[in-house]
């Protein structure tokens, strides 16, 4: 796989977990999505914001890690 598709795949994990991450406080905040489905819509939200982190996170420093090392051998 080279660097292009790989940053390119990182880059859709980093807007679907962001994308979870707004989905899930959205539901928190704005709607009373909490209110008709009592626990189950809490851990419904909090699960989505909780995988939103999941996506984005560890694929953010990877995705540093290799474009470093791409600048690095560049400059060689």
Known sequence: ???????????????????????????LSY??????????????CAGCIALGFAFSLPTKMYLTFVLVKRESEQSK
């Not at 292009?4 to 707004?22: A, D, E, N, Q, Y």
């Not at 489905?37 to 419904?44: A, E, L, P, R, Y």
Request: net charge positive.
């Open 1 to 27: 796989m080279t660097d292009k598709k790989l940053i390119r795949i990182l880059k859709v994990f980093i807007v679907i977990g962001i994308s979870l991450i707004l989905l899930g406080h959205y539901l």
């Open 31 to 44: 709607t009373d999505f909490t209110q008709q489905h009592g626990v189950t819509g809490i851990m419904i």
